[in-house]
């Protein structure tokens, strides 16, 4: 940012009115970052539709109600959700991944206060993939939230298993029959490609 609209690919969800207003999640990312994807899945014969993890991995919160935030950990960083009033508001990304926690307390510390803003009563609720993750973590970073803030795992770290973005997309197609909550509108970027360049054997396999 900033760029020109042609150059984005963008989608928004509309929120429970409330009052005389109307709030909407409004997403939006650089087209290209997109249209790569979608060439190579349209040449393999494949429908493309793009989403927000943080908010698949949210339909797997059924219970999750008031304020509070998801943190989902990734290797290299880690993607924190706020939720006010049962509905995301923010998506933030943190420079704190697995390869950075580990069992360094200063690590902790920092993303405990990168996350920051939770009120006793409220929970934050971990998901996470990679190996090596503690299972004390949650309660390790939950100490250092506050009295009161409850911190859990949404969803138990991922393995070889299906991570818990693939489980709340799964969840969250069959609760809506294949309706996303928000989809990020993007076209590939040259479809005649198909018709003159078939998708390299590495990417087929990917795509797959």
């Not at 190579?40 to 429908?47: D, E, H, K, P, V």
């Not at 996350?115 to 990679?130: D, H, M, N, W």
């Not at 004390?136 to 939230?145: E, F, K, P, Y």
């Amino acid at each position: 940012f900033p760029l020109p609209p042609e150059e984005l690919a963008w989608g928004f969800q509309a929120l429970p009115q409330a009052g005389a207003g109307h709030d909407v999640i409004v997403a939006a990312v650089r087209k290209d970052a997109l249209a790569e994807f979608a060439d190579i899945f349209t040449a393999c014969g494949l429908q493309t539709r793009f989403t927000l993890a943080a908010l698949a991995r949210s339909a797997l919160a059924s219970g999750f109600s008031g304020d509070g935030a998801l943190l989902d950990l990734a290797p290299g960083h880690s993607e924190l959700l706020a939720v006010e009033h049962s509905m995301p508001v923010s998506l933030r990304v943190l420079p704190y991944g697995l390869n950075k926690l580990g069992e360094n307390p200063a690590a902790l510390d920092s993303l405990a206060a990168a996350v920051g803003g939770l009120r006793a009563g409220q929970k934050l609720l971990l998901s996470g993939e990679g190996a090596g993750i503690s299972p004390d973590l949650a309660a390790q970073l939950g100490a250092r939230l506050g009295p009161g803030v409850a911190c859990e795992w949404l969803a138990p770290p991922a393995g070889g298993e299906q991570s818990a973005t693939l489980a709340g997309l799964q969840r969250a197609v069959e609760q809506t029959g294949g309706r996303l909550a928000l989809e990020l509108q993007v076209e590939a970027t040259d479809r005649r490609a198909e018709a003159i360049q078939p998708a390299p054997r590495k990417w087929a396999l990917l795509a797959a």
